[in-house]
């Protein structure tokens, strides 16, 4: 399967705990992009990311919330110190050099307690 | 505010029928716009991408852009069960080089047998 792999699928997490979403983007994609998806609402985007570059994480809120593409490995989304308000779905994307289209992974249902 | 509004629906439409899901948007600038299907619990999948105004088809689904009226539309014809799902349009401004979609909320279709 050479689509985009998210893992976990569901991350449970107590407030003030720390969550950790990881992405492997489609083979032959370098760009990574994360969303987050609440109940209700439409999917927000927080992060897009090169290997080892951050490029836009105007999305992102600036406390607690971090994000890395190493050379070699997945994609990480770090929440620190999580708080109900950010149990989401949390979707991570890739795109090819075009950049145009954005093929999704299934998704991390972060549940926090 | 880049902005995409959709009507959250439900759209109720027998089984054999027309559906029609629309979506406008607020940056003028948008250069390409997409539409995607999302099943309950799951990630949204592409189904379509349209960049210049007009008309474009693929199987039973036509996309519709009229950048003068800043509006989008899904045309699905001889809609099926396995339609029902919530359609999200997203717009892309096309002037950062990189894939920053903006979603709208989508709109749940329902297709009765």
């Known amino acids: 399967n050479a689509g985009v792999m998210q893992n976990p699928r569901h991350l449970v997490r107590r407030r003030g705990q720390e969550a950790r979403l990881r992405c492997s983007p489609m083979k032959g994609h370098s760009h990574v992009y994360w969303y987050r998806q609440l109940p209700e609402e439409g999917l927000k985007f927080m992060v897009y990311l090169q290997k080892e570059n951050i490029i836009d994480e105007s999305g992102m809120p600036k406390e607690r919330f971090s994000a890395e593409f190493p050379k070699e490995g997945p994609s990480i989304l770090r929440i620190q110190q999580v708080v109900r308000g950010d149990s989401a779905a949390y979707f991570c994307a890739s795109s090819g050099q075009g950049h145009e289209k954005l093929f999704f992974g299934s998704g991390t249902q972060l549940s926090v307690l | ?113």
């Open chain 2, 1 to 113: 505010q880049k902005e995409v509004e959709q009507n959250s629906g439900p759209l109720s439409v027998p089984e054999g029928a027309i559906a029609s899901l629309n979506c406008t948007y607020s940056d003028r600038g948008s250069q390409s716009f997409f539409w995607y299907r999302q099943y309950s619990g799951k990630s949204p999948e592409l189904i379509m991408s349209i960049y210049s105004n007009g008309d474009k088809e693929d199987g039973r689904f036509t996309a519709q852009l009229n950048k003068a009226s800043q509006y989008v539309s899904l045309l699905i014809r001889d809609s099926q069960p396995s339609d029902s799902a919530t359609y999200l349009c997203a717009v892309n401004a096309g002037n950062s080089g990189y894939s920053t979609l903006t979603f709208g909320k989508g709109t749940m279709l329902l297709v009765s047998p």
